[in-house]
């Protein structure tokens, strides 16, 4: 099945360690992106790739960091630095440089 | 960079009435205007999409209108069932990153 699968789907964390979610996809989609919800808050950019090895900074990337190394995968950390974590992770890719953004289910990380 | 209000932030109908969501964005320069729904612990799926080209949009029980010259642009949705009933995002696409930038939703309720 072609899709974007993102893992883990639910990450306990202790304040002041990293953590990495994964997120692949087999769709040959060349961009990739990733979204925060925070209730009532709709969807936040936080880092996206429009091409491999190459990436951008959204709109709150403070505290978070990305990679691009193969098309298929843009695994997010979120590093101790960033102040409030507990939230919704959605990764998502397309085709082309517009055209439907594809989600995946997401991750739900809770800092404890 | 672009901006996407949207209203209502909740909006409760009876089973049948239609049910109208409505944003403004702020880059003139976009092109690309898709709304997403989204139920509850799910991954949110796009349902209609819209150009800069055309200035309304139908399918079946859902339709899109955009003014350019307004900025604005507004989901309508006729005869409204149960299942109807999530949180809606509206995006609007930032041509300067060739991202999406989110509103903030609306969570429809149907009343049966």
């Known amino acids: 099945d072609g899709g974007i699968t993102q893992s883990p789907k639910y990450l306990f964390r202790k304040e002041g360690q990293n953590v990495t979610l994964s997120c692949e996809q087999n769709l040959n989609h060349d961009a990739m992106y990733w979204y925060r919800q925070d209730p009532g808050q709709g969807l936040r950019l936080i880092y996206y790739s429009q091409i491999v090895n190459d990436f951008q900074k959204g709109d709150i990337a403070e505290g978070y960091s990305v990679s691009r190394e193969k098309k298929e995968s843009f695994p997010l950390t979120v590093t101790s630095a960033q102040k409030n974590p507990t939230a919704f992770y959605l990764c998502a890719s397309r085709w082309g440089e517009t055209g439907e953004l594809f989600f995946g289910e997401g991750s739900r990380l809770t800092v404890l | ?112």
């Open chain 2, 1 to 112: 960079g672009e901006n996407v209000e949207q209203h209502p932030s909740t909006l409760s109908v009876q089973e049948g009435d239609s049910a109208v969501i409505k944003c403004t964005y702020s880059d003139s320069a976009s092109n690309y205007f898709p709304w997403y729904k989204q139920e509850l612990g799910k991954r949110p799926q796009l349902i209609i999409d819209i150009r800069s080209n055309v200035g309304e949009k139908k399918d079946q029980r859902i339709a899109v209108t955009l003014n350019k010259t307004a900025k604005h642009f507004s989901l309508h949705i006729t005869e409204t069932q149960p299942e109807d009933s999530a949180v809606y995002f509206c995006a609007a696409e930032d041509t300067g990153r060739r991202a999406l930038t989110f509103g903030s939703g609306t969570r429809l309720q149907v009343q049966p």
